[in-house]
């Protein structure tokens, strides 16, 4: 029989799902705000818009200062994040307000337009504020909607994105890849679109997304000591131009995290870097340690297994650990519950000690 905390809890998981699931299924909802891609799965927390997979990952390239994308499907939502973004009006109002001014001479996307394009109009749509109307125009100090769901993400676990400069974080550069150098085997898009004329935008949001992936920070073994007697660690995970950031973990030098953050697989698969660092109130941030890890066997045994029959558990690939490797463990991909993932015990480089324990999970882009 089940009990009553228990229908409770219930109710608290369902409840918000079904709520955020009518707002799907709200008519300006039901297509991209920016492109008209039918069924978008993503949506824009601080702006409000339901976006598509493509227009995630650009909206991602503007910075969190402008839009927070979470998973409408992948994230848990709580009936105070759901509320936040109800009041924020959906596509049809949003719309009306961000594209006030359309130009009749800029056309809209559409969901096969060029990413080059697609990226120009959304920055000057959010970035730029050149659609919404004339008088809001000139009296907005700051991005609309900066702080009005700033609760909205609090608890969630998505892939935001937080530009760092590389000056402060790339303090060594990082010889030790994980995993072994794959070629390229992902079919490149014809790029006949791209025009010298043509006005040079971020290059984050002139890149294709093709799958993600979720990274899940599991824990801090033996770090480096950077106070007087321990550290506040906190890792940063950067994919291209993305990079999102674990939460700080005051006095603790084995800090448990189990956090997963997300992030977008360009189709120029990069390595995925992973930096840990001390944080500190009155100065700049001190390094812990970095790696480096090859996700294209990841990404590679997923796109096998989209194209086969398997459906039992097995282990699909090793990569054996040495003493002249970074890999404490040998990494195991394997194939669980229809999910192909990836356990990682790393050897901090670049720093006297650590180690630290990820999971990677290769995510369907249909998700």
């Known amino acids: 029989m089940t009990s009553h905390h228990e229908n409770s809890d219930m109710k608290d998981v369902s409840g918000p799902q079904k709520r955020l699931n ?155 890849r994980i995993g072994h150098a794959f070629r390229n085997s992902w079919a490149r898009k014809d790029s006949d679109h791209k025009s010298a004329s043509k006005k040079s935008t971020s290059l984050a949001g002139m890149v294709e997304f093709v799958g993600l992936i979720k990274v899940n920070v599991v824990k801090g073994t033996h770090l480096a000591v950077r106070d007087v007697m321990t550290s506040d660690p906190y890792v940063i995970l950067s994919l291209g131009h993305q990079s999102v950031k674990t939460r700080v973990i005051k006095n603790n030098l084995n800090p448990v995290w189990n956090e997963s953050l997300m992030l977008s697989i360009p189709e120029n698969i990069p390595p995925l870097k992973v930096l840990v660092y001390d944080k500190d109130t009155f100065s700049t941030d001190d390094f812990m340690g970095e790696a480096e890890i090859d996700i294209q066997p990841l990404v590679l045994a997923a796109i096998a297994y989209e194209k086969s029959t398997i459906n039992e558990s097995m ?53």
């Open 22 to 176: 009518n707002l799907m299924h709200q008519a300006g909802n039901k297509y991209c705000a920016d492109c008209g891609t039918p069924e978008p799965k993503w949506v824009s927390a601080s702006l409000g818009v339901f976006i598509c997979i493509k227009c995630s990952g650009i909206h991602r390239s503007l910075g969190v200062h402008i839009s927070k994308v979470a998973s409408l499907k992948l994230d848990q939502w709580s009936n105070e994040q759901v509320d936040a973004l109800e009041k924020l009006g959906g596509n049809t109002l949003l719309n009306k307000k961000y594209e006030a001014c359309l130009p009749s001479n800029i056309k809209k996307p559409k969901p096969h337009t060029s990413i080059e394009e697609r990226s120009e109009y959304i920055r000057k749509k959010y970035e730029q504020l050149q659609f919404v109307e004339c008088d809001e125009k000139l009296s907005c100090a700051i991005v609309p909607s900066q702080g009005r769901s700033l609760a909205l993400l609090q608890s969630s676990s998505s892939c935001y994105t937080y530009h760092i400069d590389n000056k402060k974080y790339d303090k060594a550069p990082t010889k030790h």
């Open 315 to 367: 282990q699909l690939e090793k990569f054996v650990a040495s003493k002249d490797r970074s890999l404490v463990r040998d990494g195991i991909i394997s194939l669980h519950e229809g999910r192909i993932k990836q356990q990682i015990s790393v050897r901090l480089q670049n720093v006297e000690r650590g180690v630290l324990e990820i999971e990677l999970e290769c995510v369907p882009l249909t998700q």
